[in-house]
């Protein structure tokens, strides 16, 4: 079994002003100091992002974005690029999140563009993958995830030091209350670490962290965090609040 230490993480998406996420930040490293084997960040909307780096500084807590765009600088009104980022101070970036695909059109070759920049500028990217309901009933989820990996990372040169992260989120069970169970969800993930296999080599594979996502909160997170291939979660909802985001954190003694 690989050491891979599970990763706790908020995706704040558009919500909290850039005072709240300070607060918020400042909040919940109170409440998780002391936290070992556990790894937390949080993602801020981008101009949250100097609040929350003060707040964190000094923290144990990464720091991640929701989105970048691809290329360094540019005229491109309205996005951020990963030099950006990297001199805001964050050490992550979610990238390919299903609102981004679904609402705003992100297409596996942009998400690859976005995956490609991360790594230039030393940002972990946690690339997000998953199916939607229709593709579920249609018996498509494993195809659907195959798919999203290999044109997330076509032609990438990915190392150990990259830190890519990998997030499992079943379009139908985010924001929506409904769980995948944790059988449906190792399933997925035993899945895709097989794919990342074909494409990273198994080593690279293995110690690969893939979370879960989707309604994942203090009530569900122990059990599924049992199964051998969920290593952490992108936490949306429940991580709002700092005193649920820090039960998520500190799954193991719940
Ligand atoms: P949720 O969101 O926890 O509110 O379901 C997860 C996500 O979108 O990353």
Known sequence: MENRTPLIAGNWKMYKTPTEAG??????????????????????????????????????????????????????????????LKDAG????????????????????????????????GLKPVLCVGETEGERDAGHTMDVLDV?????????????????????????????????????????????????GQVLGKPLANSTRILYGGSVKPGNIAELMTEPDLDGAL??????DPASFADLVRFRAA
């Open 148 to 196: 999203q990996v290999a044109r997330g990372l076509d032609g990438l040169s990915i190392t150990a030091e990259s830190g890519l992260v990998v997030a499992y989120e079943p379009v139908w069970a985010i924001g929506t209350g409904r769980t995948a169970t944790p059988d449906q969800a190792q399933e997925a993930h035993a899945h895709i670490r097989e794919k990342l």
């Open 23 to 84: 607060e918020a930040a400042r909040k919940l490293a109170g409440l998780v100091a002391g936290v070992t084997g556990v790894e937390a960040m949080v993602a801020p909307a981008f101009v949250a992002i100097p609040a929350v780096a003060r707040a964190l500084s000094g923290t144990e807590i990464a720091l991640g974005a929701q989105n970048l765009h691809w290329e360094d600088q540019g005229a491109f009104t309205g996005e951020c690029s990963a030099a950006m």
């Open 235 to 240: 936490v949306g909802g429940a991580s709002l």
């Open 90 to 121: 964050c050490d992550y970036v979610i990238i390919g999140h299903s609102e981004r695909r679904h609402l705003f059109g992100e297409t596996d070759e942009a998400v690859n563009k976005k995956v490609r920049a991360a790594l230039a500028h």
